[in-house]
Nanobody, 121 residues
Framework: QVQLVESGGGLVQAGGSLRLSCAAS????????MGWFRQAPGKEREFVAA????????YYQDSVKGRFTISRDNAKDTVYLQMNSLRAEDTAVYYC??????????????WGQGTQVTVSS
């Protein structure tokens, strides 16, 4: 049974930082993309960042480039999202996912339960 478990969300002031973690288990994701998505109230789920387990390729939404960094630890089967210079508009539930292409929701087959990130202005 595939499981993706996020952690690290919380409340932070604008300009602050958080690091999200996603622990994966249940299958081998060696050639897959691991992505972070977010969904704010009343909005559609949107792509934030992605990385391949077995390559250096990374992908980012334009609004987070230079502020967010995605990384992975293959030995721990864990993907991270370091979020710096947070803004109020980054407030959302953040989801970890595993999929076959980097940026589109419909290409992701496995999802975590989500973790809330709230940025106060």
């Amino acid at each position: 049974q595939v499981q993706l478990v996020e952690s690290g969300g919380g409340l932070v002031q604008a300009g602050g930082s958080l690091r999200l973690s996603c622990a994966a288990s249940g299958r081998t994701f060696s050639s897959w993309y691991m992505g972070w998505f977010r969904q704010a109230p009343g909005k559609e789920r949107e792509f934030v960042a992605a990385i391949r387990w077995n390559a250096r390729n990374t992908y980012y939404q334009d609004s987070v480039k230079g502020r967010f960094t995605i990384s992975r630890d293959n030995a721990k089967d864990t993907v991270y999202l370091q979020m710096n210079s947070l803004r109020a508009e980054d407030t959302a539930v953040y989801y970890c996912a595993a999929g076959r292409a980097p940026q589109r929701v419909e290409f992701y087959d496995y999802w975590g339960q989500g973790t809330q990130v709230t940025v106060s202005s």
